[in-house]
């Protein structure tokens, strides 16, 4: 069998550059977000951002926050061996009444564009740590128009959570206000301590030990 390689997704308004500590313990691929079509399902956006890549059955998808939830939808018409996903939400993860209340509501349709904008800037300098990573973190995000957070939060609140076709891990900070979710249902739910949304600043080296103690020995 094919030694297993990992795609490597990373979260909204970022790019690869959030990988660049992590020394992955199989052969890693990083992928780039690709911009949405206007009102695409996530569905579609997963097929046309993963099916262009030659992703084998015995690979591994790993996503960072709204890479994960691309990760899953991908992995539930699409054989690989396992998603992990990091500070994301497990497609059995309910949502919170408020972000149900929001989808009802339909608030991002009418929301001004450069609202939402500085709704999700805030969001990143809330959960940056150490302060110095921010001024990093701003510059990749600074690359997405407005149309693509827009699209984004209306993609994970809308999401319709199909069971991927293989087992979900689940890595998450205790202290992630972003995806404040207890992954309970994923096959593996581990929770790193004293850790924000953006956990890939400060905790790459317990997530590379999990990855290689946890999810390796899982392989086939």
């Given at each position: 069998?094919?030694?297993?390689?990992?795609?490597?997704?990373?979260?909204?308004?970022?790019?690869?550059?959030?990988?660049?500590?992590?020394?992955?313990?199989?052969?890693?691929?990083?992928?780039?977000?690709?911009?949405?079509?206007?009102?695409?399902?996530?569905?579609?956006?997963?097929?046309?951002?993963?099916?262009?890549?030659?992703?084998?059955?015995?690979?591994?998808?790993?996503?960072?926050?709204?890479?994960?939830?691309?990760?899953?939808?991908?992995?539930?018409?699409?054989?690989?061996?396992?998603?992990?996903?990091?500070?994301?939400?497990?497609?059995?993860?309910?949502?919170?009444?408020?972000?149900?209340?929001?989808?009802?509501?339909?608030?991002?349709?009418?929301?001004?564009?450069?609202?939402?904008?500085k709704f999700i800037f805030f969001m990143a300098r809330l959960n940056s740590r150490?302060?110095?990573?921010?001024?990093?973190?701003?510059?990749?995000?600074?690359?997405?128009?407005?149309?693509?957070?827009?699209?984004?939060?209306?993609?994970?609140?809308?999401?319709?959570?199909?069971?991927?076709?293989?087992?979900?891990?689940?890595?998450?900070?205790?202290?992630?206000?972003?995806?404040?979710?207890?992954?309970?249902?994923?096959?593996?739910?581990?929770?790193?301590?004293?850790?924000?949304?953006?956990?890939?600043?400060?905790?790459?080296?317990?997530?590379?030990?999990?990855?290689?103690?946890?999810?390796?020995?899982?392989?086939?």
């Open positions: 069998m094919a030694e297993a390689r990992v795609w490597v997704l990373p979260g909204m308004g970022a790019d690869s550059r959030i990988f660049k500590q992590f020394a992955f313990p199989w052969q890693a691929t990083y992928l780039e977000w690709i911009m949405p079509e206007e009102e695409e399902s996530v569905a579609s956006y997963a097929d046309r951002m993963l099916d262009r890549h030659p992703i084998g059955e015995n690979d591994l998808l790993l996503g960072h926050s709204v890479g994960g939830i691309i990760a899953q939808e991908w992995a539930s018409r699409n054989k690989v061996q396992r998603v992990v996903i990091l500070n994301s939400v497990h497609y059995q993860t309910p949502l919170r009444p408020l972000y149900r209340r929001l989808v009802k509501a339909g608030m991002l349709k009418w929301a001004p564009k450069e609202s939402i904008r150490p302060e110095a990573e921010l001024d990093h973190v701003l510059e990749m995000m600074e690359q997405f128009p407005s149309a693509y957070y827009r699209w984004v939060l209306q993609a994970v609140l809308n999401w319709e959570r199909p069971a991927p076709l293989c087992p979900v891990d689940s890595i998450r900070g205790d202290h992630d206000v972003v995806f404040p979710f207890e992954n309970k249902k994923a096959d593996h739910d581990w929770v790193l301590t004293n850790a924000t949304h953006l956990s890939f600043q400060t905790h790459t080296a317990q997530i590379i030990k999990l990855l290689k103690e946890g999810v390796d020995p899982l392989l086939s």
